[in-house]
């Protein structure tokens, strides 16, 4: 079955750290991805995607991610975290039969120490 | 600006009683899903509408159910919250072409907490 894994389940950082988050996926397929984050209390927002062309993809607050299709991998990283960058970190892809129904990795909590 | 919006924000409910939760959204997709969310766990899909067709995911308890009345709203209704029903509800929208092979960006609003005593 089709799958997203995140490895690293709870990230401890000091500020200015750098930061690389997991994300395998399974698909063999054409195959989309996104990473969406949820900051506490506020509501899961997209940090970036990736759909086809360049495989380095920007994205918001200075992150960026990297489709790397011969490692089924998507990582996200960013070389200087902040205290603001506290949060729960999600890698999804949408599902081969129904692209409408998300594939959710299990979260990744950053938690950013001043 | 364009938004998801979910009343209430937090939802105090007895054993049994039954709840609505609703959505709003002024972004005008065709898309609205609701997603279920426990603690430190990735969203769980209910079930989506897409347009006025009901997209039920084949997991859901029959305790759950969904209306779309028009394009800008849609509820969900608990028939009888059971404790293990408490949890985040999540509204999202996204717009999509039928014949699209990719996956659209969703765009979520803030959730209600739904309390179940």
């Known amino acids: 079955a089709q799958s997203v894994s995140q490895h690293n389940h709870h990230v401890i950082l000091s500020e200015a750290a750098s930061l690389e988050l997991g994300c395998n996926y399974s698909?063999?397929?054409?195959?989309?991805l996104f990473w969406y984050v949820q900051y506490p209390g506020q509501h899961l927002q997209l940090l970036l995607k990736y759909f086809s062309g360049d495989p380095l993809v920007k994205g918001i607050k200075g992150f960026e991610a990297e489709f790397i299709k011969s490692k089924f991998s998507f990582n996200l990283r960013k070389p200087s975290v902040q205290w603001s960058d506290t949060a729960e970190y999600f890698c999804?892809?949408?599902?081969?039969?129904?692209?409408?129904?998300?594939?959710w990795g299990l979260g990744t909590s950053l938690a950013v120490n001043p | 600006d364009a938004m998801v919006i979910q009343n209430p924000r937090y939802q105090v409910t007895q054993f049994g009683k039954p709840v609505t939760l609703s959505c709003s959204q002024t972004l005008n997709h065709n898309v609205m899903y609701w997603y279920q969310q426990k603690s430190s766990q990735a969203p769980k899909l209910l079930f989506h509408?897409?347009?006025?067709?009901?997209?039920n995911e084949a997991d859901t308890p029959d305790n759950f159910q969904s209306r779309r009345p028009n394009t800008s709203f849609c509820f969900l209704d608990i028939r009888s919250p059971g404790l293990g029903d408490a949890a985040m509800y999540l509204c999202?929208?996204?717009?999509?072409?039928?014949?699209?092979?990719?996956?659209?960006?969703?765009?979520f609003g803030p959730g209600t907490r739904l309390l179940v005593l």
């Open positions: 999804a892809s949408p599902n081969a039969g129904n692209n409408r129904k998300l594939i």
């Open positions: 999202a929208t996204s717009r999509d072409r039928r014949d699209s092979q990719m996956g659209e960006t969703q765009y």
């Open positions: 698909y063999g397929g054409t195959v989309n």
């Open positions: 509408y897409y347009d006025k067709d009901f997209n």
